[in-house]
Structures are given as structure tokens and as C-alpha cells.
């Protein structure tokens, strides 16, 4: 789990005492679990009055730790946040991999390239793949996706849930299926349980309103396809030329 777990410093202790919940049934079920803390946890007090279950990895926050899970074979290989605002490079401290095992990197970090967010714990996809990781997954950007650059694949798997507008489309975790010295094979799993949508009808072929209402419940209905029963919750953005131009104006 790559950080921000909790978002900020909130008094109510039900997200982190459900959290906590999940890590026992995980526990129970004999899923081990490798986490460290992200600039909104270090600003959280749930992060610091709540107990984790035995067993459950919380990576320093001094230094690059890394952690072996012997029986998989998996060591992974990390540093938290100590306090939320985090503008050193972390990554270039990180270990080079250790051969015989799967190894996974764990970062919290706003990298370089990537417009719209601070930049905590700056560091380049080079400085990454450089660790020859079998896996590297970072958290802080919201935006699911791969940063292209080397032969590690590096993922953001982006946020659980969307949270406003903004954060459109399907949302969830990152499953991965790695072997030493193999090529990860990464998939998405869904997990939101509320969805948002920005969808924009073509209007070119609206001769009139009826017509425009008629596009937006096309993409409407496809969308609401995609979202499975799910509580969908969408924007419309208008484009194209059309003859309803003026009736949507002096109508909206």
C-alpha cells in the first residue's frame, strides 16, 4: 500500500478503525500486508493513535527499509513519510534489487513530469528503473496509470474512489503477478462504489433540442453500462456545431 491511507487530519476515527478492521480480516485470511505512509498520513493523528495487527509491515520512515516475506519469496523495499511535506529525492537512496528474490519498490512521490501536484518526494522513472525492481508502486497521484521509461514497469494504481468531479472513470487497485527476473503482469480490479463521468455528446448531426437530448441518453446509457450498478453521477460537456445552438442558449 503506497500511502495516504487516511486523507488529512480528520477527528472522526471511523475510516481508520475500519481500515484497521480490513488489515485483521487480511490477516486472517493470511494475506501479509507492506505499507508506509504518505504526506497526508504524516499529517493525520489517526495514523499515529492507531495500533496495526501483528504482522502487518509499516516501512520506516528514516530511511529505505526493506522487508522480506521468505515464504513468497517477496522482499519489498521502502520509506514513508515522516512528516507531510517531503521534498527530497527518497528514491536515489533506495537499494539496488537482490537477486534470488521478487523484488517490489514501494513509493509515495509526486514525479517529475507529472503536472498538477506537488512534488513530493521528486525523483525520475530512470532513478526507479535503475533499481531493476521487478515491480515498483507509487502512490499520491490519483490518476491511475504506467510511467513509461526502462524495463521495471512502474504504476500508479491511483485512488480507490472517486472523490469529486474530477476524479472520472473506474477506479480501484493494481493486481500483479511477478516472478524473479520476470516481466509483471499487471491487471485492474474494480473497487469504486460510486462512479463520476465527464461525457460529452457530438452535436454535429442536432438539428434541434430533441436531438441534443437524444446524444446526451446515448452516452448516458453507455456509460451507465459501464458503471454496473453502480450510482453513477455525470457531467455533460456540449460540443460541436449545430442548428440548436440558439434554443440551447435562450433555453438552458
Not at 521528486?122 to 499520491?140: D, I, Q, R, W
Request: aromatic share 8%.
Amino acid at each position: 500500500i503506497a500511502g495516504d491511507i487516511y486523507d488529512g487530519d480528520w477527528r472522526s476515527y471511523e475510516t481508520g478503525e475500519y481500515f484497521v478492521r480490513g488489515l485483521h480480516t487480511l490477516r486472517d485470511s493470511g494475506i501479509e500486508v507492506a505499507l508506509l505512509y504518505g504526506n497526508h498520513d504524516a499529517e493525520s493523528s489517526i495514523t499515529k493513535r492507531l495500533t496495526m495487527p501483528d504482522g502487518v509491515r509499516v516501512l520506516s520512515t528514516a530511511e529505505p527499509e526493506s522487508v522480506e516475506f521468505a515464504d513468497l519469496g517477496i522482499v519489498v523495499h521502502g520509506q514513508g513519510y515522516e512528516v507531510r511535506d517531503v521534498f527530497d529525492n527518497l528514491a536515489q537512496h533506495y537499494p539496488h534489487r537482490r537477486d534470488g528474490w521478487v523484488n517490489v519498490g514501494v513509493l509515495h512521490t509526486g514525479i517529475q513530469g507529472i503536472a498538477g501536484h506537488e512534488k513530493y518526494a521528486p525523483c525520475t522513472v530512470a532513478e526507479l528503473t535503475a533499481c531493476e525492481y521487478e515491480y515498483f508502486a507509487l502512490g499520491h497521484i490519483h490518476e491511475r496509470g504506467e510511467q513509461a521509461g526502462g524495463d521495471t514497469p512502474v504504476w500508479f494504481s491511483g485512488n480507490l474512489q472517486g472523490r469529486h468531479p474530477r476524479e472520472t472513470g473506474p477506479k480501484g487497485a493494481l493486481v500483479v503477478d511477478v516472478e524473479p527476473r520476470g516481466t509483471a503482469q499487471v491487471r485492474f480490479a474494480e473497487c469504486d462504489v460510486a462512479r463520476w463521468e465527464v461525457l460529452e455528446p457530438d452535436l454535429a448531426e442536432c438539428e434541434d433540442v430533441e436531438d441534443v437530448v437524444g446524444a446526451m441518453n446515448s452516452v448516458y446509457q453507455k456509460a451507465l453500462g459501464g458503471a454496473g450498478d453502480r450510482p453513477l453521477v455525470v457531467r455533460f460537456r456540449l460540443l460541436g456545431q449545430t442548428p440548436a445552438a440558439g434554443a440551447l442558449a435562450d433555453d438552458p
